[in-house]
């Protein structure tokens, strides 16, 4: 346990990120445990979503170091860099399907690209994987401007899965979705931690989802994290963004 | 770090247990390691048909995943034929779920991929022929909801987009001067070179200034600055009402009481049909300006011959020849464009699909229309 302590998942350190003359991010720090769900939380616009983009590469850092699984991506060459970029899965917000792509060959595009094996296997497991992710085995051939929002998050789940990562990242996997659907959608990541032994790092804006799926609570201000801690932790502290997220009038319909 | 370190081949062994079958599985039953784990579980399925009890013992497992957790499954299922019950024994806790998750699947027949028969290519140049007539129906729907959307402008002058059709004719008309310039010079200077080189041999260098003018005017300016207004513009239009298409941007419109036809394609079509005009009457003064630069530098017939000589050869029906082409280009290029845009559909191939049949159909109705015109002029005597 101690070791795992000491080895996060994700290293993020004095990470700075501009855009012109807007600092978003501000020297920031955070580490993700091994096998925790983190749920990221922070006001609109605050650039949790650049956060995610930077640890996985997509947006430039000014300033800082970024480690994953132990590899600092700066300082990789490119097949450590593929390597941890196998091992790691990504659900984007709008879930960015390959449009001209079934759902089949959307969730086994990865792993026609990395593993080499049969088209048999690669059904099975397709199936498998929507079975997981609670989808028919109708939707298989479909393409993604067919489906409904839902079952786009549904999809690129199953995709983001799709090589059984070791990390995977959720952009807001519930906005967009009914209560019914979001919770269900809770559960499932919880289900996939447990018998995948996933570690997750969720943005989210639901409360619902931090309560029910959540082992740490991560708030994004300022570019900096202002709190990380339990979900009491964060229902203790006194700042005031805080206190207005988890005590406001919709945090209370949650907790009672 | 510490699980990949332990990583090892994953095996699956026959062991001796009593009259049973019993295999024994160790290392790591993951994804990396599928084509190998997908190998070993053909072999072990050659060991069905036996009457014997089957266990399969996974304590020894190192690390699994949904591949390794389908696989003994997929083993699992076929070592049971019949009435022989298969054991898995030794599932961690959290292995065990991951397995009962599995084991919830059901195979499902792959559907094969669509085999290619006489029939079904018979019905695919049939669709196609279809497809032709359906084609010249969305030009003439368009064309009748432009003309509405036009009327409905006359008669309420301050619902034109006025930003828009700006916009747009600085997007097609004024951005595009430089190339068109270059490009129509360019040609220009060809053509007198390619007529003086072979005029020369009978003595009738002069004659190019005539070929020249009368090939300009009516047919090359018009018909060139046509087909690169289809490709640069035509394509454009295409794209960004394909892009709106598909992130419901039209059907945004649509619901706020907005006509698409007369916010998105009336200012295009109108800039597009005041901006060909334009670009055809300057393309054909850059290549008469090249035409005549090579005439001069290369077949030595000096400025002052050629413009004596080109007032001879041509007449102002020439120039009206090849303009009054230009706005009707204009409106069929517009059209075909607006029509592809809007038939995309979700997804990006059909937006690729869309704006190459947009280029495509747009130059070739070009073309069609130019052949019309000909025939039409020669009729008229003109």
């Given amino acids: 346990m101690a070791d795992e302590i000491q ?83 990504v659900l ?17 595009f990865p792993m026609r690209e990395y593993l080499r094996v049969s088209q048999r296997l690669m059904d099975e497991i397709t199936m498998a994987k929507l079975a997981m992710v ?22 690129a789940l199953a995709r983001a899965l799709s090589l059984d990562p070791d990390l995977v990242f959720l952009d807001e ?13 809770d559960d499932l990541v919880r289900t996939l931690q447990r018998t995948l032994g996933l570690t997750v790092f969720m943005v989210t804006h639901d409360l619902d989802s931090l309560y029910t799926a959540c082992d740490r609570i991560a708030v994004l201000g300022n570019g900096k994290i202002i709190a990380a801690g339990s979900i009491a932790d964060m229902q203790a502290s006194q700042h005031p963004w805080l206190r207005q997220y988890f005590h406001g009038k919709r945090a209370r319909a949650v907790v009672t | 770090m510490g699980a990949d370190t332990l990583s090892s081949d994953p095996k699956l062994e026959r062991i001796a ?15 990396s390691f599928a084509p190998v784990l997908e190998r070993i579980v053909a072999d ?55 397995v009962d998750e599995v084991r919830r699947v059901r195979a499902t027949p792959v559907i094969d991929g669509s085999t290619i028969t006489i029939t079904g290519m018979l019905e695919q140049i049939g669709r196609a022929v279809a497809g032709v007539g359906g084609t010249f129906a969305g ?27 700006v916009h747009h004719l600085e997007q097609v008309c004024w951005r595009a001067v430089p190339i068109i310039v270059l490009i129509t010079f360019l040609i220009g200077c060809i053509i007198a070179q390619q007529g003086i080189f072979h005029f020369r041999r009978f003595g009738a260098d002069i004659f190019v200034v005539d070929m020249l003018g009368v090939l300009v005017l009516r047919e090359i300016g018009v018909l060139l600055v046509a087909i690169m207004v289809a490709g640069r513009s035509g394509s454009a239009y295409t794209a960004e009402l394909g892009s709106m298409k598909m992130r419901e941007e039209i059907d945004a419109l649509r619901t706020m009481g907005f006509d698409p036809i007369e916010v998105l394609v009336l200012p295009r079509m109108l800039a597009l049909v005041l901006a060909l005009p334009i670009l055809a009457f300057l393309g054909a003064m850059a290549a008469l300006y090249g035409g005549g630069l090579v005439a001069w530098l290369y077949g030595g017939v000096d400025p002052e011959a050629f413009l004596l000589r080109l007032r001879d050869a041509i007449s102002i029906d020439h120039f009206i020849v090849g303009i009054v082409k230009a706005p009707v280009m204009a409106a069929v290029i ?49």
């Fill in chain 1, 7 to 89: 080895n996060p998942i994700i290293r993020v350190r004095d990470i700075t990120v501009q855009f012109g003359a807007t600092r978003v991010l501000d020297g920031l720090n955070l580490d993700v445990k091994r096998g925790e769900i983190l749920g990221f939380v922070g006001p609109s616009g605050a650039g949790k979503s650049v956060l995610t983009r930077t640890i996985i590469g997509l947006v430039p850092k000014v300033a800082g170091s970024i480690e994953v699984f132990g590899v600092d991506l700066d300082s990789s060459n490119t097949s450590q860099r593929r390597n941890v970029e196998r091992r790691w899965g």
């Fill in chain 2, 17 to 31: 247990k009593g009259n049973a079958l019993a295999l024994c599985a160790t290392g790591t039953w993951t994804a």
């Fill in chain 2, 44 to 98: 072990a399925e050659k060991l069905a048909g036996g009457p014997q009890s089957i266990f399969i013992d996974v304590s020894e497992v190192a690390k699994l995943d949904t591949f390794g957790a389908w696989l003994i499954e997929r083993l699992r299922r076929s070592l049971t034929k019949g009435t022989v019950e298969a054991q898995i024994a030794g599932l961690s806790a959290n292995y065990s779920s991951l």
């Fill in chain 1, 173 to 185: 996997p519930t906005s967009g979705l009914d209560p019914i659907g979001a919770g269900d959608f």
């Fill in chain 2, 334 to 382: 517009g059209i075909v464009a607006c029509v592809e845009g809007l038939a995309v559909q979700g997804s990006a191939e059909s937006l690729g699909q869309h704006t190459t049949a947009s280029v495509v159909k747009g130059i070739f109705f070009v073309i069609v229309m130019d052949g019309v015109f000909a025939i039409f002029f020669a009729s008229i005597g003109m």
């Fill in chain 2, 139 to 165: 030009l003439i729907d368009m064309l009748g909801a432009v003309l509405a959307a036009g009327a409905h402008v006359l008669i309420h002058p301050r619902s034109l987009r006025l930003t828009s059709t």
């Fill in chain 1, 134 to 155: 609670g989808l028919k085995p109708e939707v298989a051939d479909r393409f993604p401007s067919e489906l409904s929002g839902g079952m786009i998050k549904r999809v």
């Fill in chain 1, 92 to 108: 984007f917000q709008q879930g960015a399907l390959f449009s001209s792509l079934t759902v089949r060959q959307n969730i086994q």
